[in-house]
């Protein structure tokens, strides 16, 4: 299982990444496993010394009557200090965000993929349309 943020390629060129671990509760991990998650839209924020995805979409799990989670709530990421300093100061910088990658089981844990990425401009964006086209002519 591994969800792909298509939108962040298109949207943005990034830079570099970093592997991350996710809070979870039973019922997002259940759905998780199932491939019911979306990663468009959805951005890192550091605050308070941690990291949180914002807006990621977790569907509620069918089977999980009252215990059933907030679909698009806040969840911590789990990474050492020194990884949270490092991605704050790369995300100062002038045009820098963190964007959220991948998703994906890693020994039964969920992994989150940050990419430090810049955005990309109308231009850039027509290139990048583009190639692929001519890659899908070349077919």
Do not use: Q, W
Not at 9 to 28: A, H, M, R
Not at 64 to 72: A, K, Q, T, V, W
Not at 84 to 89: C, G, T
Not at 100 to 108: C, D
Request: overall charge positive; proline content about 1%.
């Amino acid at each position: 299982m591994e969800i792909v943020n298509r939108k962040a390629k298109f949207d943005y060129f990034i830079e570099s990444e970093i592997e991350s671990g996710i809070v979870l509760k039973g019922t997002e991990i259940k759905s998780l496993r199932k491939g019911s998650a979306d990663l468009k839209d959805t951005y890192v924020r550091i605050k308070n010394n941690e990291a949180y995805i914002i807006n990621m979409y977790i569907a509620k799990y069918e089977e999980g009557n009252i215990f059933n989670h907030d679909e698009r709530r806040e969840r911590k990421l789990l990474l050492h200090k020194k990884e949270i300093i490092k991605l704050s100061e790369l995300c100062n910088r002038d045009g820098y965000t963190l964007i959220p990658v991948r998703l994906y089981l890693k020994k039964n844990l969920a992994k989150v993929s940050i990419g430090v990425c810049k955005g990309k401009k109308n231009y850039d964006k027509r290139e990048s349309i583009k190639e692929k086209d001519l890659k899908r002519l070349e077919r």
